[in-house]
């Protein structure tokens, strides 16, 4: 590899590489040109090094092993700035820093950091290279993982910079390592100057700058300045026995199933109506007007950057098919056979292993207190190509994208929200995109049972004052004729035993099935305070036997459990500032009153 044959002709792209050498000092500066001979020349040499470790490559061919620093293993939000002129703009949403004092701290850091290292330089396409949906970012990182990673989840290399020619429209992302030091830890993000700095960090969703960073806080600043929408959202296909695909784009909150969801195969009762399900994507949807007055969605990656614990043939079959090859696995057991093994995954731990923190490990280890020692990181994780995936769309790389018929949003509530329930209007449904929430699982940080509120799933990854976030959900219902149906999901339902009501997966197609129906004008609906519920023989329930009374359970509302939840969304509106759009503000009034109305 040599630095020369991929240096650009872009003056403004040179004088910057060259700026943020000088910063960094790195030892050489190799630019990556997305040939397969580069990529197995880096992987080589991260062997070599131990940053990554092959794995059995007549198991699992094309595929390595990663660890991370023991202290560096998930995002950081209380590191991840929004870096505004002004504070408000920024919003209560973000932590802030002011700009100028950010690069300031940050370039004490980054100060001498690549001082006997490589810089990589890696172009590369968030979207299909050339379409107009697409953004085009440079990244510059001391990392061959990140590198490798950055193969996979995007598209990169040499064309990116013949599309790039000599403009300056480009994300500047530059990383470093450094020492990993988690108290100079920084993850910076620069709206007005189309910028992303990140440095002390190694883990995936620090450092792979073109996911959240940029595809979600860059680009949602970037989509209101333009007219569109840079969401966390899965996009799915649901393709019918004539050929018609009707696409739909969900947000959820974390432990909701969204990647499950997308990668979702029909249940075995509605086989018989020759149902195919197409992944678009898992994470995240740029959505756009276009002249048929529709909205219009690409997913910008190109691969999946997966949770590993509790993905397993029964969760989501089609990410197991998905990570057999070409796959960078983090922090999960391995095993001295070169396979991997994680927590609710298949099969037996390899019999002689280690844990993702290197320590030999067999399952039902404790440790000195006699609590039991996961083999994985709770956070680890898998690193594959979408296309790999036995559900894939032919549409991921089309320059155009899909169109958008419905929009949905969930959450986890055990007693609240029914199964599914329809919007009344495009500003009910922001409404319910800015009020959806979860109650946090024994699993994640916190207590048990507390309602999180998380607006459109976005909360961590807007890039800008969430209240502002949601005028611009309203102004874009106004700028298309024919806008999607918008409606909410809850899979998580119990009954007063706690157990679930709605036994999920692939079951959930049929709810889609209703979903679909809504759109094109039918499906059985009753209007209620919430929105339109279906009635409770709206579903087809062929080869599903549920408990009788279960379904009228998923489907029912609480009047006073609602009126509940209404005051706990006006508290969170409150903590948002005087921003706060008046016709959110007016959906919450609207509800109230039904509410009250409602016998």
């Avoid at 590191?79 to 919003?91: H, L, N, S, V, Y």
């Avoid at 057991?333 to 093994?341: F, P």
């Avoid at 929009?407 to 449904?429: C, K, Q």
Wanted: hydrophobic share 35%; charged share 25%.
């Amino acid at each position: 590899m040599n630095n020369g044959d991929m240096m650009s002709n872009n003056r403004i792209l040179r004088n910057w590489v060259e700026e943020m050498a000088a910063l960094c000092l790195p030892e050489k500066i190799v630019w990556i040109d997305g040939s397969d001979e580069q990529r197995d020349q880096l992987r080589a040499e991260a062997c070599r090094t131990g940053e990554i470790i092959e794995l059995n490559q007549e198991i699992l061919p094309g595929c390595y092993y990663h660890r991370t620093d023991p202290l560096d293993v998930a995002r950081v939000e209380d590191k991840t700035f929004i870096c505004t002129r002004r504070e408000q703009d920024a919003g209560t949403n973000n932590n802030w820093k002011n700009p100028e004092e950010a690069y300031m701290e940050a370039a004490n850091f980054f100060r001498g950091s690549m001082r006997g290292r490589t810089m990589y330089v890696i172009p590369f396409s968030m979207g299909p290279v050339g379409s107009p949906f697409s953004k085009i970012g440079i990244e510059l990182t001391d990392s061959i993982y990140v590198v490798l990673n950055m193969l996979i989840m995007t598209r990169a290399g040499r064309e990116v910079l013949d599309v790039l020619g000599s403009s300056n429209d480009f994300t500047r992302c530059l990383h470093s390592k450094a020492d990993l030091d988690p108290e100079r830890r920084r993850i910076l993000h620069f709206p007005e100057d189309n910028t992303i700095w990140s440095v002390n960090s190694g883990y995936g969703g620090n450092v792979l700058l073109g996911k959240k960073c940029l595809s979600l806080r860059i680009a949602s600043y970037l989509a209101k300045q333009e007219g569109w929408l840079a969401e966390h959202m899965l996009i799915l296909g649901i393709e019918e026995p004539n050929g018609k695909i009707d696409y739909v784009a969900a947000a959820f909150p974390s432990a909701c199933g969204k990647t499950n969801l997308a990668m979702l195969i029909p249940p075995e009762g509605l086989k018989s109506k020759g149902y195919r399900i197409w992944t678009v994507g898992d994470d995240i949807a740029w959505i756009r007007p276009d002249t048929d007055g529709r909205l219009w969605a690409i997913n910008p990656e190109q691969g999946f950057f997966g949770v590993a614990p509790g993905t397993n043939l029964k969760s989501n079959p089609n990410a197991v098919k998905t990570v057999q090859a070409n796959t960078i696995f983090t922090n999960v057991v391995l095993g001295k056979d070169g396979t991997v093994w994680w927590e609710e995954g298949d099969g037996d731990a390899p019999a002689d292993s280690e844990d993702w923190l290197g320590r030999p490990w067999h399952p039902g280890k404790k440790d000195d207190k006699g609590k039991e020692i996961p083999g994985a990181q709770p956070n680890s994780r898998f690193t594959a190509p979408i296309q790999q995936c036995p559900s894939a769309s032919h549409r991921i790389g089309h320059h155009h994208g899909v169109p958008i018929s419905a929009i949905i949003f969930g959450g986890r509530r055990e007693r609240l929200a029914p199964l599914v329930y329809e919007s009344l209007s495009w500003n009910h449904g922001v409404y319910l995109g800015a009020s959806m929430a979860s109650e946090r699982t024994a699993a994640q940080y916190g207590k048990q049972g507390e309602v999180r509120r998380d607006p459109f799933a976005m909360l961590p990854f807007c890039g800008y004052n969430m209240a502002d976030y949601f005028k611009h959900w309203i102004q874009m219902g106004r700028a298309v004729k024919n806008a999607p149906k918008i409606f909410h999901v809850n899979w998580f339902r119990k009954d007063d035993e706690g157990k679930f009501l709605w036994p999920g997966f692939g079951e959930n197609l049929r709810v889609l099935e209703w979903v679909l129906q809504r759109c094109r004008g039918e499906g059985k609906a009753i209007e209620s305070p919430i929105g339109y519920l279906p009635t409770p023989d709206a579903f087809d329930m062929t080869g599903l036997d549920l408990p009788k009374g279960s379904m009228d359970q998923l489907l029912d509302v609480n009047n006073n459990d609602w009126k509940d939840e209404a005051m706990s969304v006006e508290t969170f509106f409150d903590s948002l500032g005087p921003r706060m759009p008046w016709e959110v503000r007016n959906e919450l009034e609207a509800l109230k009153r039904r509410l009250e109305q409602a016998k």
